[in-house]
């Protein structure tokens, strides 16, 4: 797709305020989207990809144990003195870069009720604009930044835009998933979305994932519709509903580059992915591996 440095979408929604109940203990006290992928916490490189696409505003969709996330994104004035005294401006540029890549927005989502819920607390701040949402679990590895790629898609289409990927058979009872006609290389114009299907349901394997280009008018449904599965208010009902009267585009990525780091098997998939990448660690797990696998060869 065709860089675009034109786009009037400037904020983006990132609801990190679920209880990330599939990470327990570990997300207890510490947020999920905090959890690490080498040295970066998964929610920089979310916050990283807005800020490359053009993105000003980051509103933040937060709960009251999520502290951790916005001291992230600010300066610690000890740690940053303490760097400089001693001289170490790399380290120094790692802890300052994550309070520069935007302004950022905290808003309380008062009781945890569904990442439609979520969205629906930014209505305020995000005004009368379009607006991009990325769940803060979610992370789309792509050589163009995955904000970019829907924000192009949503100037070119001029509707609505939902990420999304091709999963296994087996697999598209876990998702949401999209049924529509292809109109160009990767984009599907969307016809029904349907909930967790089973595989006799529908033909579709096209998957939605957790990133949307969307328009003001969602809060309207998101503040009228009922609650959905599980008594939570999802985003993938509301666009569903939005989809009944007018258009909406999936923009489909490849499997792969979509890491969802909210689920333990998938955390550890992303892992590996960005410890490979990072020159620092390049070949350790593999190393380790071999070395584990010796081990247990000489203790049998
Ligand atoms: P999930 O749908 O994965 O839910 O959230 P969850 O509650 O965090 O996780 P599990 O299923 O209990 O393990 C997708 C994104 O939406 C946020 C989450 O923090 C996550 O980044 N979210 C979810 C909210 O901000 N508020 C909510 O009420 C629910």
């Excluded at 998964?42 to 000003?56: D, L, V």
């Excluded at 909930?195 to 809060?219: H, M, N, Q, W």
């Excluded at 969802?260 to 070949?283: A, L, Q």
Aim: net charge negative; with cysteine; glycine share 6%.
């Amino acid at each position: 797709m065709k860089l675009n440095n034109f786009s009037n979408i400037k904020k983006a929604v990132i609801p990190v305020a679920g209880l990330g109940t599939r990470f327990l203990p570990f997300s207890k006290a510490v947020p999920k989207e905090m959890i690490n992928l080498v040295n970066k916490p998964a929610i920089e490189y979310i916050a990283e990809s807005a800020a490359n696409s053009g993105i000003e505003d980051i509103i933040f969709i937060v709960s009251n144990y999520k502290k951790a996330i916005e001291d992230h994104f600010s300066y610690h004035y000890e740690l940053d003195e303490r760097l400089k005294a001693d001289g170490k401006e790399d380290l120094l540029k790692l802890s300052q870069s994550p309070a520069k890549l935007a302004n950022f927005v905290y808003i309380n989502q008062k009781e945890i009720k569904g990442n439609g819920h979520a969205v629906l607390c930014a209505k305020s701040a995000v005004g009368k604009e379009p607006f991009i949402v990325s769940f803060g679990d979610e992370y789309i590895d792509s050589e163009i930044p995955y904000f970019k790629q829907m924000m192009n898609a949503y100037e070119k289409f001029k509707t609505p835009i939902a990420a999304s990927i091709v999963v296994n058979k087996e697999d598209v009872s876990r998702y949401g998933i999209i049924e529509g006609q292809k109109v160009s290389d990767r984009v599907w114009k969307i016809t029904r979305m349907v909930e967790k299907p089973s595989p006799e349901e529908t033909d579709s394997r096209l998957a939605a994932t957790g990133c949307y280009v969307l328009t003001p008018e969602i809060f309207e449904i998101l503040e009228t519709m009922d609650a959905g599965k599980g008594g939570e208010y999802w985003l993938s009902d509301a666009v569903n509903i939005y989809l009944e009267k007018n258009p909406v585009h999936s923009l489909e990525f490849r499997a792969e580059e979509r890491f969802d780091t909210g689920n333990i098997s998938e955390y550890i998939r992303s892992f590996v992915h960005f410890s490979e990448k990072d020159p620092n660690t390049k070949g350790l797990i593999e190393k380790y591996l071999a070395e584990e696998h010796k081990e247990k060869k000489i203790n049998l």
